[in-house]
């Protein structure tokens, strides 16, 4: 049925302007505006606090310059705008640290509050010492979470000897990480017998990485060098390494110092090789299945 007295003129936003209301819009360098009042057009240049207030400075295209205060009364566009200051120059790093500190170090979703499981009956080795220390700075709060313990073997030249000693079933787990597993390699070898260990097969997982030392996992950048150096037969490679950063290397003390720098230079996955993040990733979903 029609309305006798026609459409309501107070219904809707019936003060709505007719361009639209104005958005606020930070008054980045370069962005062009308008000053609406004096019909100046120009490029914002800068901003800064005066007075009390802040102050925009436009140039426009002869190069002059003129200041406005910040507020509304501006158009981009032909659209209405409210200018505010811009974002601080550090806000989009403190915003992308904040987002970071959301994540483990192996860019997991972290898990605010929670506390360490009780440990599992599964286990994750690694060789040594340094692998150990690599293995906690990355993957150390997803292990407390799911309640996965890492243990050294002091290398793997027994590790058939190991795994009968363990004797693993389903809830208990074995995943091994070795160093420079390669084909014709002496860990290659290790590794086949150790995987033919009956009747314990099914509840062991090694893999490896191809890097000589654990230290080669980590991305050479983040020591200053394109690639790591080929070390010499006959040459330690640990020091040979130590020689080439120009690094001590004459006593044991020599070499831990350096090994610390370099898990110094480590913060997160990101830090590290492929080759080594994919393996320990299946290490750990291994140990943490379900039966």
Do not use: N
Not at 63 to 72: C, H, K, Q, S
């Amino acid at each position: 049925m029609a309305d006798r007295y026609g459409q309501d003129v107070l219904s809707g936003d019936w003060r709505r302007p007719a361009k639209g209301r104005a958005v606020p819009l930070a008054a980045e360098s370069g962005l062009v505006v308008e000053d609406v009042e004096t019909g100046w057009v120009g490029a914002v240049v800068r901003v800064e606090k005066a007075g009390g207030a802040h102050v925009v400075h436009l140039e426009d295209r002869h190069g002059r310059l003129r200041a406005f205060r910040l507020g509304p009364g501006f158009h981009v566009d032909g659209r209405p705008v409210t200018l505010v200051p811009p974002r601080p120059a550090g806000a989009d790093r403190l915003a992308a640290h904040r987002g970071a500190a959301s994540r483990t170090a192996s860019g997991s979703r972290a898990v605010r509050g929670a506390r360490a499981r009780v440990a599992r009956g599964s286990r994750l080795y690694v060789e040594g010492r340094h692998d150990a220390e690599l293995v906690e700075k990355v993957w150390g709060d997803d292990l407390r979470v799911e309640g996965v313990v890492v243990e050294m073997l002091d290398g793997v030249d027994d590790l058939a000897a190991v795994i009968r000693e363990v004797q693993p079933d389903a809830e208990h787990r074995m995943g091994v990480l070795v160093d420079h597993l390669v084909p014709g390699s002496k860990e290659s070898r290790v590794v086949d017998e150790a995987r033919r260990v009956r009747p314990y097969a099914e509840h062991v997982l090694v893999v490896g990485h191809p890097y000589v030392d654990v230290w080669q996992s980590v991305k050479p950048q983040r020591l200053g060098m394109d690639a790591w150096p080929v070390v010499p037969r006959g040459t330690e490679w640990k020091h040979g390494i130590c020689d080439h950063l120009g690094w001590p290397h004459e006593t044991q003390a020599d070499v831990a110092r350096a090994w610390k720098r370099i898990l110094g230079s480590v913060d997160s996955w990101t830090d590290l090789e492929p080759e080594l993040l994919g393996r320990v990733e299946e290490l750990i979903d291994f140990v943490t299945a379900p039966r």
